[in-house]
């Protein structure tokens, strides 16, 4: 997608904000509140714990992640209607990471999955995401 910077940006270490993003939910359960839940988890870090501004960066990014990624492009259905260029980036690459590994997950092949994603471009998924893990898948 043309933002690399933002990798460096979002590391810390060997950690990414991406492997946090369904932090507060449990493995047997689909929680609601875990979107609220985890962006609270990075704000308490980032108020009590952090000690640099590496890790002032992470938990803002995991904290955006976090409350995010489960929110529409398109708006609808999202506590603020917050839409499109709105939602942070990360968390526009997340949901569409997020399905993709979802699909797979269920037996779809790479393809397959993608073409479901496809169909929901513009309406959960950011286009230019979406677009960008065709280029990937299809190298």
């Given at each position: ?67 995010f990624h ?45 073409e479901n ?23």
């Amino acid at each position: 997608m043309g933002r690399e910077e933002l990798l460096s940006i979002w590391q810390l270490e060997e950690m990414s904000p991406v492997d946090y993003h369904d932090i507060g939910k449990a493995e047997t359960e689909d929680t609601p509140g875990h979107c609220t839940m985890g962006a609270q988890f990075f704000r308490n870090l980032y108020e009590t714990k952090t000690t640099c501004f590496a890790e002032q960066i992470f938990c803002s990014v995991a904290a955006d992640l976090c409350r995010f990624h489960h929110y529409r492009y398109d708006g609808k259905d999202n506590p603020k209607m917050v839409s499109g260029q709105d939602i942070p980036v990360i968390a526009r690459v997340c949901a569409v990471a997020n399905a993709f590994d979802h699909l797979q997950e269920s037996g779809r092949q790479p393809d397959e999955a993608y073409e479901n994603i496809c169909k929901e471009s513009g309406i959960l998924y950011d286009p230019a995401v979406v677009q960008a893990l065709g280029e990937a898948i299809h190298q």
